[in-house]
């Protein structure tokens, strides 16, 4: 059974950073595209990063690029985000999802999702 299970979550001010990690188990994972989506209250789900099966290719979102690291190390089953200079706007609830094969920044191309983790930013 494919389980991804997310940690790293809290509550924060603005400006601190925090790294989210999500574990990986049931799966070849160096074989599947990663990412990281968000959901904040009353809104939609949305792409906040991915990153290829090979490591090539890393993608983010508008709102969070320059800030926002995705990384991933195979040999623990491990995708990693490292976010910098939070904003009260991140505040959310974090999912990391897996695809097989080719990366997609898409929320219904997604196989598996996490259960989440609650990121909370204050000014």
């Known amino acids: 059974q494919v389980l991804l299970v997310e940690s790293g979550g809290g509550l924060v001010q603005a400006g601190d950073s925090l790294r989210l990690s999500c574990a990986a188990s049931g799966l070849t994972f160096s074989r599947y595209a990663m990412g990281w989506f968000r959901q904040a209250s009353g809104k939609e789900r949305e792409f906040v990063a991915a990153m290829s099966w090979s490591g090539g290719g890393t993608y983010y979102a508008d709102s969070v690029k320059g800030r926002f690291t995705i990384s991933r190390d195979n040999a623990k089953n491990t995708v990693y985000l490292q976010m910098n200079s939070l904003k009260p706007e991140d505040t959310a609830v974090y999912y990391c999802?897996?695809?097989?094969?080719?990366?997609?920044?898409?929320?219904?191309?997604?196989?598996?999702w996490g259960k989440g983790t609650l990121v909370t930013v204050s000014s």
């Open positions: 999802a897996g695809k097989f094969g080719l990366v997609s920044g898409a929320v219904d191309d997604m196989h598996y």
